[in-house]
């Protein structure tokens, strides 16, 4: 993902990577229950792209199983690392993290298991990219291994009103230690409707006991997918999808607010390079 200079890339959280694990409505960790049960089924080292600041990583961890994590976001990588700072030894000595895009990267070794957890694949948003994923992927996965993404359930009215500008607060949390306030909101920017690209700014506000206030935001950009859509792009690539999910607690798909696919590459379609 290239910078132009001057305007901050999009998907790096480079002013508010310290901020994302405060979310207080349960988005970030319902789904960690999901993927224990899938780490369970298949032995072996677990390869989770886009990891982030490690929320699911070291969940993975501390039930005894080996992660590598891959993220492209170094803001988000110098969370991860000081959270396992602080994390048990043997915790930290099941985990293995790399800076590198989920786009291309080359590991040396196949994994029975690969996750790109809560919608990170949405952040590739060019042919180029979603190609160099998919194939890495084919190229990691060991035979017979499970797939899995997940990408949201589009907003059933995406057209140029979309991108009001307008900032909508999505939670409010409050450090009972220091009475620092912390507001997040979203604020709508941009649409690319032939594209099914979506732009917006997160939006933090710092508040201290003495009433001080700083904003800090970073740019997002994703797209979107019908459900029909992300099942074609998977098949064109070699993908079976073998269970698919409206939400992480297993209700049917077209019920929920996500589509997860849980996927194997056909037996012809498998990659032997790496």
């Known amino acids: 993902m290239r910078r132009r200079e001057g305007v901050p890339s999009s998907n790096l959280f480079e002013n508010t990577a310290t901020l994302y694990d405060l979310d207080t409505r349960g988005l970030e960790?319902?789904?960690?229950?999901?993927?224990?049960?899938?780490?369970?089924?298949?032995?072996g080292e677990i390869l989770e792209l886009a990891c982030g600041t490690g929320r699911v990583t070291i969940k993975l961890a501390e039930n005894g199983?080996?992660?590598t994590g891959i993220d492209l976001s170094p803001h988000m990588l110098d969370v991860f690392r000081e959270k396992l700072r602080k994390t048990p030894q043997p915790v930290r000595r099941r985990i293995r993290i790399r800076k590198a895009p989920m786009?291309?990267?080359?590991?040396g070794r196949r994994f029975p298991l690969i996750i790109i957890p809560f919608r990170a694949f949405q952040a590739l948003t060019t042919e180029a990219e979603i190609s160099g994923c998919l194939?890495?992927?084919?190229?990691?996965?060991?035979?017979?291994?499970?797939?899995?993404?997940?990408?949201?359930?589009?907003?059933?009215?995406?057209?140029?009103?979309w991108a009001d500008g307008v900032e909508r607060?999505?939670?409010?949390?409050?450090?009972?230690?220091?009475?620092t306030e912390i507001r997040r909101a979203d604020r709508r920017t941009g649409i690319e409707p032939h594209a099914q690209i979506i732009s917006s700014e997160?939006?933090?506000y710092i508040r201290t006991r003495d009433g001080a206030e700083k904003r800090v935001s970073d740019p997002i950009r994703?797209?979107?997918?019908?459900?029909a859509q992300i099942e074609a792009v998977l098949a064109s690539f070699g993908y079976t999808i073998?269970?698919?999910?409206?939400?992480?607690?297993?209700?049917?798909?077209?019920?929920?607010?996500?589509?997860?696919?849980?996927?194997?590459?056909?037996?012809?379609?498998?990659?032997?390079?790496?």
């Open 29 to 43: 960790t319902h789904d960690t229950n999901f993927y224990l049960r899938y780490a369970r089924r298949t032995p």
């Open 65 to 67: 199983h080996s992660v």
């Open 103 to 107: 786009s291309s990267f080359k590991l």
């Open 135 to 161: 194939s890495s992927v084919a190229r990691h996965l060991a035979p017979g291994g499970i797939f899995i993404l997940d990408v949201f359930v589009p907003y059933r009215y995406l057209n140029p009103d």
């Open 169 to 179: 607060v999505e939670w409010v949390y409050r450090d009972p230690e220091t009475g």
């Open 202 to 204: 997160i939006v933090y």
């Open 222 to 227: 994703l797209k979107y997918y019908l459900r």
């Open 242 to 274: 073998e269970e698919e999910f409206g939400e992480y607690d297993g209700r049917p798909i077209g019920t929920g607010r996500e589509q997860i696919f849980v996927c194997r590459r056909r037996e012809h379609d498998a990659d032997t390079r790496l």
